[in-house]
């Protein structure tokens, strides 16, 4: 069984004052999870907005078919390896200290109780439903099939974390330890973990490209990221016909963006001059390259981006200005990959020669009918300018204007020192 048994420090005899009544909940919980049977849950999952690794752990049985009712516990670790307790959107985070060590009476030995239970998060959770073991990551769900027999295990990828169920054979439910808020029971129970999975289940961690893409996420093991680039240059290469029935590899793209170096543009860059076609979809990848890593590796496939010509959709606000003033250019994808750039990079539109499609509709309001809602519509607009996709570019000149000062801007765009 993995995890199931966490050996505290020969001294850390009993529980701190402080967390006996939760200690006495858990285990009150625990035997309600009856005579089984009983599903040990544990997860590595990495979170999107910090990017650092948490162990997270429940218990499951027909008797409760829910996480321990709190959510499922969990804790990460910081910089300094200081405890942290899971993610929880929308709430303070706190950070989680071990107890310090007090000084036993009469003996001169240090006491050090066992640190408290592992802080819980509902962000995360995991459900028996009809015969299927449901996982939810904030508000998505994946459902499987729950285990055919005692002993069993299976691995399953979702939503950046790797989800490892086993259905516990009798009598090893009777050595679970909870999780507790301690950096040793972190690295003890990932190493248990990780080792798993990269010797048993090693051939899972690439079985298809959703397995892939959260492996490589979560484990950030270099053979993985190899294996991502391997499988990205053998999509570039098949003729543009086999990508119209399979589609574009979003999710790939994303993961490379978030884990790989600076080597990686060439990726980005050969999949721009193989596929033009697809070359838009790499906006946003590329564009969390660059705010990762800097701009010194990433101008050529920069520039194809900020010149692809590819039209793009219009809005009905775009459409109608092109209507009225037909010498405003179509939209192109490059157009988008520079408004895009502003927002990722706080930057002004104005200063690369994007104009708001509204303000410049209630210009042409002098000279034209507008009814009462659309000019009020157009002025709302205007105060979110920030966050619309409807900054265009007025002419071809200043088309090639805001290329040449995107380019000038990112070249001096230093590697983030994070």
């Known amino acids: 069984m993995l995890f199931g048994h966490f050996q505290p420090s020969a001294c850390a005899q009993e529980n701190h004052p402080s967390d006996q009544k939760a200690v006495q909940a858990w285990q009150d919980w625990f035997k309600k999870l009856g005579q089984g049977p009983i599903y040990q849950v544990d997860i590595l999952f990495r979170y999107q907005e910090d990017g650092r690794l948490y162990v997270l752990q429940t218990f499951l049985s027909p008797a409760q078919p829910r996480s321990y009712p709190k959510g499922l516990s969990g804790l990460g670790l910081d910089d300094k390896g200081r405890v942290l307790a899971p993610?929880?959107?929308?709430?303070?985070?706190?950070?989680?200290?071990?107890?310090?060590?007090?000084?036993?009476?009469?003996?001169?030995?240090?006491?050090?109780?066992?640190?408290?239970?592992?802080?819980?998060?509902?962000?995360?959770?995991?459900?028996?439903e009809n015969k299927l073991i449901a996982i939810q990551i904030s508000d998505l769900v994946s459902l499987q099939p729950l285990l055919a027999k005692p002993g069993q295990v299976q691995v399953e990828f979702f939503r950046g974390a790797i989800v490892r169920i086993e259905w516990l054979v009798p009598g090893k439910a009777e050595k679970v330890q909870p999780l507790r808020q301690d950096p040793d029971d972190y690295h003890t129970r990932f190493a248990a973990l990780h080792r798993e999975l990269l010797t048993t289940h090693r051939a899972l961690l690439s079985a298809s490209d959703n397995n892939l893409m959260e492996a490589v996420w979560v484990l950030k093991e270099p053979f993985l990221?190899?294996?991502?680039?391997?499988?990205?240059?053998?999509?570039?290469?098949?003729?543009?016909?086999?990508?119209?029935?399979?589609?574009?590899?979003?999710?790939?793209?994303?993961?490379?963006?978030?884990?790989?170096?600076?080597?990686?543009?060439?990726?980005?860059?050969?999949?721009?001059?193989?596929?033009?076609?697809?070359?838009?979809?790499?906006?946003w990848p590329v564009l969390t390259m660059v705010e990762r890593l800097?701009?010194?590796?990433?101008?050529?496939?920069?520039?194809?981006?900020?010149?692809?010509?590819?039209?793009?959709?219009?809005?009905?606000?775009?459409?109608?200005?092109?209507?009225?003033?037909?010498?405003?250019?179509?939209?192109?994808?490059?157009?988008?990959?520079?408004?895009?750039?502003?927002?990722?990079?706080?930057?002004?539109?104005?200063?690369?020669?994007?104009?708001?499609?509204?303000?410049?509709?209630?210009?042409?309001?002098?000279?034209?009918?507008?009814?009462?809602?659309?000019?009020?519509?157009?002025?709302?607009?205007?105060?979110?300018?920030?966050?619309?996709?409807?900054?265009?570019?007025?002419?071809?000149?200043?088309?090639?204007?805001?290329?040449?000062?995107?380019?000038?801007?990112?070249?001096?765009?230093?590697?983030?020192?994070?």
């Open 294 to 418: 800097g701009s010194k590796k990433a101008m050529p496939v920069v520039g194809d981006l900020l010149r692809n010509p590819q039209l793009v959709d219009q809005s009905s606000s775009v459409q109608l200005l092109r209507k009225l003033d037909p010498s405003v250019p179509e939209p192109t994808a490059g157009d988008l990959f520079l408004s895009e750039m502003t927002r990722t990079f706080k930057l002004k539109q104005a200063d690369f020669e994007l104009k708001f499609a509204q303000t410049r509709l209630l210009e042409l309001a002098k000279n034209h009918s507008f009814t009462a809602k659309e000019l009020e519509v157009w002025k709302q607009a205007e105060h979110f300018s920030s966050w619309s996709g409807e900054w265009i570019m007025m002419t071809q000149a200043d088309r090639k204007q805001g290329v040449q000062k995107a380019l000038a801007w990112l070249k001096k765009y230093p590697k983030p020192s994070r």
């Open 87 to 128: 993610p929880t959107p929308g709430q303070d985070r706190r950070r989680m200290a071990r107890t310090d060590d007090k000084i036993g009476k009469g003996t001169g030995k240090p006491e050090k109780p066992l640190p408290p239970l592992a802080e819980t998060t509902r962000y995360l959770g995991v459900r028996i």
């Open 225 to 283: 990221l190899k294996a991502l680039r391997t499988r990205l240059n053998d999509l570039a290469n098949q003729p543009p016909e086999m990508l119209e029935k399979s589609g574009f590899p979003n999710h790939l793209f994303y993961t490379l963006a978030k884990v790989g170096g600076p080597e990686d543009f060439l990726i980005f860059e050969g999949w721009t001059q193989r596929h033009p076609r697809w070359a838009a979809h790499l906006t």
